[in-house]
């Protein structure tokens, strides 16, 4: 009897369903069309969503503002639990570094706002109103 904290392991997987089993994408429909529109590279170059992955791939996956890069470990078909999809994969150093590096470039720009806090009271109004027009 098979452990059904187990991934499923077969020979081939497609792109799209690999995807959504390792958590990258909520849906495969979701994950087909980040495949389609060219988003997803697979060793560098586009792929369409029936690609068979391999192990030891390099995928090129948007996430948010960031692209993560990473190397196929193993492969399932069937989606999985975080802790689990997380051991088909494995990031690479320089996009670790290179996401840290941009998420502290955003908390820097966010600090230095030129938006106000609040809207201007009448008064402020006013003063906005003359500097337009002088």
Same mark, same amino acid.
């Given at each position: 009897? =098979?452990?059904? $904290?187990?991934?499923?392991?077969?020979?081939?997987?497609?792109?799209? $369903?690999? #995807?959504?089993?390792? *958590?990258?994408?909520?849906?495969? +429909?979701? +994950?087909?069309?980040?495949?389609?529109? /060219? !988003?997803?590279?697979?060793?560098?170059?586009?792929?369409?969503?029936? *690609?068979?992955?391999?192990?030891? +791939?390099?995928? $090129?996956?948007?996430?948010?503002?960031?692209?993560?890069?990473?190397?196929?470990? /193993? #492969?399932?078909? !069937?989606? #999985? /639990?975080?802790? &689990?999809?997380?051991? &088909?994969? $494995?990031?690479?150093?320089?996009?670790? +570094?290179?996401?840290?590096?941009?998420?502290?470039? *955003?908390?820097? =720009?966010?600090?230095?706002?030129? !938006?106000?806090? /609040?809207?201007?009271?009448?008064?402020?109004?006013?003063?906005?109103? !003359?500097?337009?027009?002088?």
């Amino acid at each position: 009897m =098979s452990n059904p $904290k187990q991934p499923q392991v077969s020979e081939n997987v497609r792109l799209d $369903k690999w #995807l959504w089993a390792a *958590r990258f994408f909520k849906t495969r +429909a979701l +994950a087909r069309d980040m495949v389609q529109s /060219g !988003k997803v590279q697979y060793n560098g170059q586009r792929a369409k969503p029936g *690609r068979s992955v391999e192990c030891g +791939a390099m995928l $090129k996956i948007p996430a948010g503002y960031d692209t993560r890069e990473i190397e196929v470990l /193993g #492969l399932s078909d !069937k989606r #999985l /639990g975080a802790a &689990l999809a997380q051991e &088909l994969y $494995k990031e690479t150093e320089q996009s670790v +570094a290179k996401r840290e590096e941009n998420q502290q470039a *955003r908390q820097l =720009s966010s600090f230095y706002s030129p !938006k106000p806090d /609040g809207r201007p009271d009448k008064k402020q109004r006013r003063e906005i109103i !003359k500097l337009k027009h002088s």
